[in-house]
């Protein structure tokens, strides 16, 4: 079927269906001069981020769900989030007063194990011995 066949097959279909725009698509912002992002949408780039072994941005977005009047639910992923950012990063301290956070603050228990979890890991790594050289310095 040709495109101009289908496109015109496709309309009459619709507009048989009754489809109309009854109301305007709802703003995603509040409508004032400093509008930020949605909560839940910062958190997928702040996901997205830390797939990407991109840090410093994860810390942002995850930062910004803060300001954004989340819940306890989106505000405890997102500190998870900077938590593992900052781990990343090598930050070890910042990562486990995070963890610990989530762990004391966050409505999912599920959540709240994994916190857990995390940080008894980076206790272990913070008291590890470092691995000394296997070869003399000259």
Do not use: C, I, N
Not at 21 to 26: A, G, L, M, T, V
Not at 104 to 127: H, I, M, N, Y
């Amino acid at each position: 079927m040709p495109h101009g066949a289908a496109y015109a097959r496709s309309s009459r279909a619709t507009s048989s269906l009754g489809w109309r725009r009854s109301r305007k698509p709802r703003p995603l912002s509040s409508g004032s001069d400093t509008a930020r992002p949605l909560p839940s949408a910062a958190l997928v780039t702040g996901e997205a981020e830390l797939a990407l072994q991109h840090s410093t941005a994860a810390l942002k977005a995850f930062e910004a769900v803060a300001g954004a009047g989340a819940g306890r639910e989106v505000r405890s992923r997102a500190l998870a989030g900077r938590a593992l950012a900052h781990e990343q990063l090598g930050q070890w301290p910042e990562a486990l007063r995070l963890y610990q956070e989530v762990v004391a603050a966050s409505p999912d228990g599920e959540l709240r194990q994994w916190a857990q979890d995390r940080a008894q890991a980076v206790k272990a790594r913070r008291t590890a011995p470092q691995k000394r050289s296997l070869t003399r310095p000259l």
